[in-house]
């Protein structure tokens, strides 16, 4: 855990040293709109930073409330690195730090689990502000926390391996730097 966040803190002040642009933006999951049927809701808000188009970090949060299982209420919070090998379009993260716990009423013994994701995706952009990326998303793809997520899955049942998502993404601020 120490490694990762002192990783994180080095990607954060290090790269834009070099940075000729950075973009401030937030982003919501269009998914959400899953969360029309009863026994599950789900919602998702973040924000990110992007330099120089290759290179992003973003802090998505979600919530999942999965009523097939029980009454649990899941928070999902990480810090992710986007890597754009051609600057635009296709693009892969990684998740640097991922922390997610239970919370509410119903809070089972074990609350707080650490697990690994990967994604892959492509980010169209449209207007001057705005952007669309349908990203997939695998969950502890290195099996290296298979327990924890056996223990989530039982509580909460839709909390897949495999998840499809549409972020929406609207353009915060742009800065440029040299």
């Known amino acids: 855990m120490k490694k990762a966040l002192y990783f994180f803190i080095l990607i954060i002040f290090t790269l834009p040293v070099t940075a000729e642009s950075v973009e401030l933006y937030a982003f919501t ?16 808000l973040g924000f990110g930073a992007s330099i120089d188009e290759d290179i992003a970090v973003e802090i998505p949060i979600k919530i999942l409330v999965d009523q097939t299982g029980g009454d649990e209420i899941l928070i999902d919070a990480s810090i992710n690195l986007l890597i754009y090998p051609w600057e635009r379009g296709p693009y892969f993260s990684i998740s640097l730090i991922q922390f997610i716990s239970f919370i509410g009423a119903y809070v089972p013994s074990d609350r707080f689990h650490y697990i690994n994701e990967m994604n892959l995706g492509y980010k169209w952009n449209f207007f001057k502000s705005f952007s669309l990326s349908p990203q997939i998303s695998f969950r502890d793809p290195n099996l290296t926390y298979s327990d924890s997520y056996e223990y989530i899955h039982g509580f909460i049942p839709s909390f897949s391996k495999v998840n499809f998502s549409l972020n929406f993404q609207m353009t915060i601020s742009s800065i440029l730097i040299k």
């Open 29 to 44: 999951d269009l998914m959400a709109v899953t969360s029309l049927f009863p026994q599950k809701i789900y919602g998702s």
